[in-house]
């Protein structure tokens, strides 16, 4: 048999399905019975296609080859999910311990996968779905584990402060959408959140194209559900992720959780593409934009459905026909 191989699609490791400009996740237009503008087409960036269903895989790969554990360490990480099971499958391909502390909020769908991944320990802290403060919840609990008496026995990547966050899309994510939109690109949406997504293709782009925009999204309030999401613009600096760069955000736009996932509804009812909640939040700017705006725009799309269906259900419950 050949070696990894992306044109035959056979690999030796199933690290080696995670997005790379030789290797990209898809974009795939928004059709006109979602976005009916012509002269503002909008493509999902969709990371569900990483083999760990999330655009986290491309970070905790980043992290851990960027990193060196220790033989004999267990990784610990807080995360509201995502980051989380990237992590835990990499551990697993690699073989060695893990620990991951979550919100106890996240949908049990998560929850499940991680204890399906077999992980050493997973530790349930009550705070918001993607903490605000770096020593409260999950967060805080992992940072007390790494000033404890323990502390050598752990090996903590830290998304929230972790450049290698950033460089994963500086170099793979923003190079993948600058070529598939053929440069054509004048419009990049994403969620806030740890930063990482949003700063690397951000500074990526405008590298290329001083004129691109690079608009941010984040929930109306700090108490939301739209887990991995993260309110920003009332934030004093100390508790804002330390790898966000605000020099490439051109706008900082808020998003009510009803409207969210209505949006991810409606996508789901009107072109067969199933997202995550936040994708319906990125989605739903990316429609208001377009009422004003013409250029091609790029929304990503963090992960799919199917971690969400719990939270989903009252939504699909009240509706059957959701409106934006």
Same mark, same amino acid.
């Given at each position: 048999?050949?070696?990894?191989?992306?044109? #035959?699609?056979?690999?030796? /490791?199933?690290?080696?399905? !995670? +997005?790379? @400009?030789?290797?990209?996740?898809?974009?795939? *237009?928004?059709?006109?019975?979602?976005?009916?503008?012509?002269?503002?087409?909008?493509?999902?960036?969709?990371?569900?296609?990483?083999?760990?269903?999330?655009?986290?895989?491309?970070?905790?790969?980043?992290?851990?080859?960027?990193?060196?554990?220790?033989?004999?360490?267990?990784?610990?990480?807080?995360?509201?999910?995502n980051?989380?099971?990237?992590?835990?499958? #990499?551990?697993?391909a690699h /073989?060695?311990?893990?620990? !991951? +502390?979550? @919100?106890?909020?996240?949908?049990?769908?998560? *929850?499940?996968?991680?204890?399906?991944?077999?992980?050493e320990?997973?530790?349930?802290?009550?705070?918001?779905?993607?903490?605000?403060?770096?020593?409260?919840?999950?967060?805080?609990?992992?940072?007390?584990?790494?000033?404890?008496?323990?502390?050598?026995?752990?090996?903590?990547?830290?998304?929230?402060?972790?450049k290698?966050?950033?460089?994963?899309?500086?170099?793979?994510?923003?190079?993948?959408?600058?070529?598939?939109?053929?440069?054509?690109?004048?419009?990049?949406?994403?969620?806030?959140?740890?930063?990482?997504?949003?700063?690397?293709?951000?500074?990526?782009?405008?590298e290329?194209?001083?004129?691109?925009?690079?608009?941010?999204?984040?929930?109306?309030?700090?108490?939301?559900?739209l887990?991995?999401?993260?309110?920003?613009?009332?934030?004093?600096?100390?508790?804002?992720?330390?790898?966000?760069?605000?020099?490439?955000?051109?706008?900082?736009?808020?998003?009510?959780?009803?409207?969210?996932?209505?949006?991810?509804?409606?996508?789901?009812?009107?072109?067969?593409?199933?997202?995550?909640?936040?994708?319906?939040?990125?989605?739903?700017?990316?429609?208001?934009?377009?009422?004003?705006?013409?250029?091609?725009?790029?929304?990503?799309?963090?992960?799919?459905?199917?971690?969400?269906?719990?939270?989903?259900?009252?939504?699909?419950?009240?509706?059957?026909?959701?409106?934006?």
């Open positions: 048999m050949t070696k990894s191989n992306h044109k #035959l699609r056979v690999y030796e /490791n199933i690290a080696d399905l !995670i +997005a790379s @400009p030789e290797n990209p996740t898809p974009l795939v *237009k928004v059709n006109e019975r979602v976005n009916p503008k012509a002269d503002f087409p909008i493509y999902l960036k969709l990371e569900r296609y990483n083999p760990f269903g999330s655009v986290k895989d491309r970070i905790a790969l980043s992290m851990l080859k960027g990193m060196r554990i220790r033989q004999g360490q267990s990784l610990v990480e807080p995360s509201s999910g980051t989380g099971i990237a992590l835990a499958a #990499l551990a697993n /073989n060695f311990p893990i620990e !991951i +502390a979550v @919100p106890s909020r996240i949908p049990e769908e998560k *929850k499940t996968i991680l204890r399906l991944l077999g992980i320990a997973l530790w349930e802290a009550d705070d918001n779905l993607c903490p605000m403060y770096p020593n409260e919840g999950a967060r805080g609990l992992v940072a007390g584990i790494m000033k404890s008496k323990d502390k050598e026995k752990y090996f903590n990547p830290n998304q929230y402060e972790n290698l966050n950033v460089e994963a899309h500086y170099k793979n994510t923003g190079p993948e959408i600058w070529k598939q939109t053929e440069g054509k690109i004048k419009y990049f949406f994403a969620g806030f959140g740890t930063c990482g997504t949003i700063t690397g293709v951000g500074k990526y782009l405008k290329q194209s001083k004129s691109i925009k690079i608009i941010g999204v984040e929930p109306t309030k700090a108490d939301h559900n887990p991995g999401m993260k309110r920003i613009s009332d934030l004093s600096d100390e508790y804002v992720p330390k790898i966000l760069d605000k020099s490439v955000v051109d706008d900082f736009m808020p998003i009510e959780d009803n409207d969210a996932y209505n949006t991810a509804i409606l996508l789901a009812r009107k072109t067969g593409i199933l997202v995550g909640p936040t994708t319906g939040a990125i989605l739903h700017v990316a429609l208001k934009y377009a009422k004003d705006n013409n250029g091609v725009a790029v929304v990503m799309s963090p992960d799919d459905a199917f971690k969400y269906i719990t939270f989903y259900e009252p939504y699909v419950k009240e509706t059957s026909k959701p409106k934006i």
